[in-house]
């Protein structure tokens, strides 16, 4: 190959846009921490303060008088606060949880797999409402059942189920 056709070649290579080859566009996309491709912190403070507001008025959840206990206590703007900085930390964003563990944080509440299921549904319409694409919803869903096990009393570890 001549080093006019290899100069060639490569001025074509870096001047195709990316989205012009097959798959490039996703492969992108998905090389992009889930942090960026939820659009950084002010949407996700966004989707967690609807979602707060969401799980405040699950009668599922208000059945359980730890959880109505804890609420009374627990500010909600605090709250909000606290899971909007783990969402963000947890999709690869710069923020930094600094709240007590999971494990710590939920003992007391005695929350059983029927409450975890009605917040996990509650958290699934919230991303609906927010048009969160799936694929994204897929991950932060993963995300979220990964702390089913310290979060509710009796639930198995993903690798024991």
């Known amino acids: 190959m001549t080093h006019v056709r290899?100069?060639?070649?490569a001025l074509a290579l870096v001047l195709v846009p990316a989205a012009a080859l097959p798959g490039a566009a996703t492969q992108a996309a998905a090389a992009k921490p889930l942090y960026d491709r939820l659009g950084g912190l002010y949407p996700i403070a966004s989707v967690v303060d609807a979602f707060i507001?969401?799980?405040?008025?699950?009668?599922v959840l208000n059945a359980?008088?730890?959880?109505?206990?804890?609420?009374?206590r627990v500010p909600k703007a605090g709250?909000?606060?606290?899971?909007t900085t783990q969402v963000c930390q947890a999709t690869g964003g710069p923020c930094r949880y600094v709240g007590r563990s999971m494990k710590e944080s939920h003992a007391h509440l005695n929350i059983t797999?029927?409450?975890?299921?009605a917040m996990?549904?509650?958290?699934?319409?919230?991303l609906d409402d927010f048009k969160v694409p799936a694929p994204?919803?897929?991950e932060l869903v993963k995300i979220v059942e990964s702390t089913r096990p310290d979060i509710v009393v009796g639930a198995k570890p993903v690798s024991q189920r």
């Open 120 to 126: 996990v549904a509650d958290f699934r319409k919230t």
């Open 136 to 138: 994204e919803q897929e």
């Open 113 to 117: 797999e029927k409450e975890w299921t």
């Open 53 to 59: 507001e969401r799980l405040l008025v699950n009668d």
């Open 6 to 9: 290899r100069v060639t070649l």
């Open 79 to 83: 709250l909000k606060v606290h899971l």
């Open 64 to 72: 359980n008088p730890a959880i109505r206990a804890a609420r009374e």
